[in-house]
């Protein structure tokens, strides 16, 4: 038996049948629209998935089930998709709409949580009992991982880390709050770090990568000038990662996993950032003297979405 | 069957013997001795319990288990007490050494944890799934609870929601850090910030039940003065409020518990503090449109040491 994964962007929704071993067994894909009706969404992608098995040489008997993750909030439990912006979706019934086109058991789960479930089975996490997952782009996204399951909470609210305060009266946050820990800790944030202070540095590195204009500034930018010693680039990559080291010791101080996996754009950074992160965070957990969570790099790439989607149904037995 | 439930705590310890309701039907007590050493200090203990058995007219046949909460942290795994200051303890054998007077299960666990426990077992959190109790007291305690059991983290180091930061480069705390949470939180905070206040605002309320002393300002004298609408106390209990609040939205943000249990010193405030804090929260969570936690007071008081304490052979079965 395989299972299909989707991996539902804000501009692409890739798929893929996978393994029970995690392995994607062939993919494909389709661009996001979002000019047609929800009912119209959902035959698209349910279209693909019919091509790609046809492709694949797999009869529908072959698929055990079919798993989504959204960049919203999914209801693991009836099925639908409480909240996706991206996609104008607003308390949808994915998976009553879905088994219209292909009748197999469907989940769908938030993106980071799917991500989160990928590491555990097939990546960094495999084997762990319990595991933290933080996606470090233009916003922090995270998924808890217990059992082998995905706990998103009581109500499917749970493992929103970006949006715990890390600083009263903080930087305003998209969602109206001040301090959520994404300000300090996504690409967004150490962009914002950089060119708080690029005015005054325009002898720095990251000036003349950016051409001279801080709106070009990214992130790879940044640490790029970092590892090459720019003083600048430095001080602000100092910076994000004392404001890194500090959340992840939170995950530690609160939940205690046995591993916490970093992904999503900043993790790009690869072992530069991941030492640097090791040797900050341990300094502000409590109990020094027992073991702690060990932090690692995401291993699966853009490839988890499509992985933990498919592996949804292990997840969510019964 | 019975079970015994020993509270272990820095002046006093607390023993019941309780039902499988989370009764207790008869209790007793010892005073912490520090002079002795630690074989002497649980021989103390354990033929406290044996008289309390005695006088209560119970054979060693009706004990279930025992189970103890200390100050500290635990290893639920091995019965060992990793490390509890105010007994002198660090790495010593607590259920090997228990069972030397009294061959039964032992089980040990952190005090916070104990209390988590009680009140999902027979307080206010009864019958939930997952609910996380946060004590409101000198520092700030918390216990994290899922299917019946306390997620003490992979490590053991785990719900340990007073030392999440919470305010970047914020106050210093005992623990080395800057800017854990129990310094925003606890019966401390509370008076810290009233003294840093007091000072400019003589004509408090505050400072006439000090008798002038800013020495003897606690938190009741705060809440008190908060509740006849002082304004320096109204001004000191909303921060509070705040800073409780968000801690708490934080909780919602990551874990959502269906419940957050407020035990603690703070939390004898009662209806005041709660109503406060229920108003507060949930200006922070993120998904405004789906359910959250419930925020209630606890309802076992001083008692849920014992309680919890006995309970721990049920939260850790095999």
Known sequence: MVRIGIDIGGTGIQMGVVDDAGHILTRSA??????IPFSEQIAVMANCCKDMLKEGNYSLLDVASIGAGVPGVGDAKTGEVVLCTNLGWHHVPFR???RKHLDKPIFVDNDANVAALAESVAGVSAGTFSSVFITL?????SGIILGGRIWSGAHGAGG???HAILELDGEPCSCGNHGCLERYCSATAIIRMAREQIGRHPESAIMQACQGDPAKINAKIIIDAARDADPLAVKVFRRYVTC???????????LDPEVIVLGGGVSKAGAFLLDAVREEYVKYILFKDLEHARVELARLGPDAGIIGAAMLSSANPG
Chains 1, 2 share one sequence.
């Open 30 to 35: 389709v661009t996001t629209r979002t000019d």
């Open 160 to 162: 929103e880390l970006g």
């Open 137 to 141: 782009g233009t916003g922090v996204g």
């Open 96 to 98: 009553e709409e879905f």
């Open 244 to 254: 890194l080291g500090q959340a992840i010791a939170n995950v530690c101080n609160i």
